[in-house]
């Protein structure tokens, strides 16, 4: 891994893209005499890294005193999209517009990019537990999807913050009965792409003993700023 790029943000804290291979990924750090506490933080359905939702998201994570790092999907952001990526992504455009069921289109496209993006992950997670100022424990914070399969087969990660607005796979909603990591899970109760009684369903099957349920009132983008600071005092209770 090495960085291609870094500045010093207004409130201290050190922004550096990075590139690992064909990866591409940002990382926040705070100022700090002390090894630092990750969280990995990823966007829904594999939006861009860069997107103003996630980056401030992670720079008030960041402020909070932990090392924050996100990475692009294969296909998303400044990544090479395949053919077929191309193709998902028309077909669901044109699903949308015609009001025809999208369900099947998701499953065929994120199920595979789940697949991918969960192996990119834990090699970004190796190098980044490395780095002299990073040392554990580590969380997860956004994509449903990954983090399930992550929290299944990483056992690095200590709790994590899931939002319930992306589209998750039937594999992984299998899965979810073997999560069993302090999980925070963030509900907007009015979502317009994802049904409030699927995320229910899958809030129940969560095999977690500690599990929280936030759901606020709400479209997709509605979710209150307050439950970022929320979710920063529920990673301080576990990876602090």
Sequence with gaps: ?????????????????????????????????????????????????????????????????YAVATIDASGCGDRTRSAADEQARADFRRAMQAGEPVDEIFESFIG???????????TTLDALLALPEISGPVGYSGWTAVGIRLAVVEPRIAAAGFFAGGYVPRAQREEARQVNIPLLFLLQWDDEGNPRQRALDLFDAFGATEKTLHANLGGHTGTPWFEVEDGNRFFDRHLK
């Design 112 to 122: 595979p990019l789940v697949e991918k993006a969960v192996p990119e992950w834990r």
């Design 1 to 65: 891994m090495h960085f291609t790029s870094e500045q010093r943000l207004d409130d201290g804290v050190l922004e550096r893209e990075l590139a690992l291979g064909e990866i591409r990924g940002t990382l926040w750090t705070p100022e700090s005499a002390t090894p630092l506490p990750l969280i990995l933080m990823a966007h829904n359905n594999g939006l861009p890294k860069g997107a103003a939702r996630l980056v401030a998201r992670a720079r008030s994570s960041a402020a909070y005193g």
